[in-house]
C-alpha cells in the first residue's frame, strides 16, 4: 500500500466531512455532551466521596469513644462502612447506581449493602444516565455511522469511484484511507474527552495520582481506539459493499440496533432464564437451615456445644468451665462465629457461581459483540464492574470476622468464668481496648486481578480487529 494515498483519501474524507455544517453541529452537541456528561460525573464522585469520608471518620470516633463495655456488647452495637468508590468512576458508571454504600456490621450476622442510590430513584434510572463512556460506547458509533455511510456508496452512486480505481487506486487503498479518515474525525472529539478526562481524575486525587489510575487511565484510551478502529472499519465495508448510500444508512442503523440494544438485553434475560439466582429468602433460609443443624452457640444446653465444652474441660484437667484459664462464653462464641462464617460463605460462593453463569452468556457474546467487550473492560477499569463489588464485599466479610472475633478474644482474655451475682457490677473492660480495631481500608481490585477477570473481553477485541482486517484483506481482492 503507497501511504501518500491513503493520506490523500483520509485528507478528502476529513475536508468533506467539516464543510458539512450538520457535521460541525454535531460536533458542537458531542462536545456539550461530553462537558455535561464530565462535570457531573466529577460532581458525583466529589459529594459522595466528601461525604463518606465525613461518616466514616464520624463512625469511628463514636466506635472509638464507647464507654466501658463488655466485648459481646461491643460486637453487636456493630461498626458501620461506607463503600469508597474509585477515582475513575466518574467516567464509567457502570454498576455504581445499583451497589450499595453503606454495610452495617455485626456479630454472628452477615448484613446487605444498603442504601443504592436505584433504591431511591425513580424509573427512569433503567433507560441509564449520560456517562462519558455511555456517550462513547453507543453516540459515538452512530456518530460515525452518519459521517461514513456514504463514503464509498456516494463515490459508486456519482460515478467517480471507477474512475479512482481507473487511475490506479487500490481498494486496500480507498478502504484504509476511508478508515483512517473517519479516525480522525473521531479524534476531533476523543482526544479532548480523553484530556478532560485526566484533568479531572488528577483533580479528584488531590493531584496525587497513582501509577495503578494512570495505567488504567491509559488502558481505556487504547479500547476506545480499538473499538473506535472496529466500528470504523465495518461502516466503510458496508458503505463499500451498499449499492446506495440509503441501503448502507439502513444496514448500519440495523447493525447499531442489533449489537448496542437487542444482543445485551436479550443475552441478559436469556442468562437469568438458564441460570435462575435464588431470592434473599430463600438464601437467608439456606443459611439459617444449615446453621439450626450445627446448634446455637447462645445456648448453654445444645448438643453440639455441650460436647466441645466436654473436651475442653477434659484437656484442661478441670470439672467446670469457671475453672478454665480463660473465658469459656469467649471460646464459644468465637467457635459460633467461625463456623456460621463458613456456612454463610460457602453459600455466598454457591450465589456467586450462579451469577457467573448468567455473566457468561454476556461475556461469550463478547466475541462477536465489541461493544459488550469494550463495556465490561471499561467498567472493570475505572472500578465500577460486577467483579469488583464482590471483591469489595469480600473485604467487608473478612473485616466483620476480625471485629467479631476481636471482641470474643477480648472476652476470653479480660472476662471472668465467676458467675454474677444479682447485685453484681456487670463485667465490662476499658474503652482503650476498642483502638484495637484498626480502620477499615478498602483495597481496590489490583491489575493483575482485573486482567484476569476480563480476558474474554481483551480477546474478543483482538480477535475482531483480526476478523476485521482477513476481511478487509479478502474485500479487496474481491470488491466491484
Request: aromatic share 14%.
Amino acid at each position: 500500500m503507497r501511504i501518500h494515498i491513503i493520506r490523500l483519501i483520509s485528507i478528502q474524507l476529513w475536508k468533506q466531512s467539516l464543510q458539512n455544517k450538520a457535521v460541525i453541529v454535531l460536533l458542537m452537541i458531542l462536545s456539550l455532551l461530553f462537558v455535561f456528561a464530565a462535570y457531573t460525573g466529577w460532581q458525583d464522585y466529589k459529594v459522595q466521596e466528601d461525604t463518606r469520608v465525613k461518616h466514616q471518620v464520624d463512625v469511628r470516633h463514636q466506635w472509638e469513644n464507647k464507654p466501658d463495655k463488655h466485648p459481646h456488647r461491643m460486637a453487636h452495637y456493630g461498626y458501620l462502612i461506607f463503600r469508597a468508590r474509585y477515582p475513575l468512576s466518574f467516567f464509567d458508571y457502570g454498576l455504581e447506581r445499583y451497589m450499595g454504600n453503606s454495610v452495617f456490621l455485626e456479630a454472628h450476622k452477615q448484613n446487605t449493602v444498603n442504601f443504592s442510590e436505584a433504591g431511591f430513584s425513580s424509573g427512569m434510572l433503567r433507560f441509564g444516565e449520560v456517562s462519558t463512556a455511555m456517550i462513547l460506547q453507543t453516540l459515538i458509533p452512530l456518530f460515525i455511522f452518519f459521517l461514513g455511510f456514504s463514503c464509498i456508496s456516494a463515490e459508486r452512486e456519482n460515478n467517480t469511484l471507477k474512475v479512482l480505481i481507473s487511475q490506479g487506486v487500490r481498494w486496500k487503498e480507498l478502504l484504509a484511507g476511508k478508515i483512517l479518515g473517519l479516525l480522525c474525525l473521531v479524534g476531533l472529539v476523543f482526544v479532548p474527552v480523553m484530556i478532560l478526562s485526566s484533568v479531572m481524575w488528577f483533580s479528584l486525587t488531590g493531584f496525587k495520582g497513582t501509577v495503578d489510575e494512570f495505567l488504567r487511565l491509559f488502558w481505556i484510551g487504547g479500547a476506545y481506539l480499538i473499538y473506535f478502529f472496529i466500528v470504523c472499519s465495518v461502516c466503510v465495508m458496508v458503505s463499500a459493499v451498499s449499492k446506495t448510500s440509503r441501503s448502507s444508512l439502513v444496514k448500519l442503523i440495523g447493525l447499531w440496533l442489533l449489537f448496542i440494544v437487542i444482543i445485551p438485553r436479550t443475552a441478559q434475560a436469556f442468562g437469568a432464564y438458564l441460570h435462575p439466582a435464588p431470592s434473599k429468602i430463600d438464601f437467608d433460609t439456606k443459611v439459617e437451615n444449615e446453621l439450626v443443624k450445627t446448634g446455637d452457640s447462645h445456648n448453654p444446653n445444645d448438643s453440639y456445644y455441650k460436647g466441645i465444652k466436654d473436651s475442653l474441660l477434659q484437656a484442661h484437667h478441670v470439672k467446670t468451665v469457671e475453672e478454665l484459664p480463660f473465658n469459656y462464653s469467649g471460646y464459644i462464641m468465637a467457635e459460633g462465629e467461625k463456623i456460621s462464617s463458613g456456612i454463610y460463605n460457602r453459600q455466598w460462593q454457591k450465589q456467586l457461581d450462579i451469577y457467573e453463569d448468567q455473566n457468561s452468556i454476556n461475556r461469550s457474546l463478547a466475541f462477536v459483540n465489541p461493544f459488550q467487550a469494550v463495556k465490561d473492560l471499561s467498567t472493570a477499569l475505572t472500578g465500577s464492574d460486577f467483579n469488583s463489588y464482590i471483591y469489595y464485599q469480600e473485604q467487608v466479610e473478612a473485616y466483620r470476622y476480625q471485629l467479631a472475633q476481636l471482641m470474643n478474644k477480648l472476652q476470653m482474655e479480660n472476662i471472668s468464668n465467676k458467675k454474677q451475682q444479682e447485685n453484681d457490677k456487670p463485667y465490662t473492660i476499658s474503652k482503650d481496648h476498642w483502638k484495637e480495631l484498626p480502620d477499615f481500608q478498602y483495597k481496590f481490585i489490583g491489575q493483575r486481578a482485573l486482567f484476569q477477570n476480563e480476558i474474554a473481553s481483551v480477546l474478543s477485541l483482538l480477535v475482531c480487529v483480526l476478523g476485521l482486517l482477513f476481511v478487509l484483506h479478502f474485500m479487496s481482492k474481491t470488491i466491484k
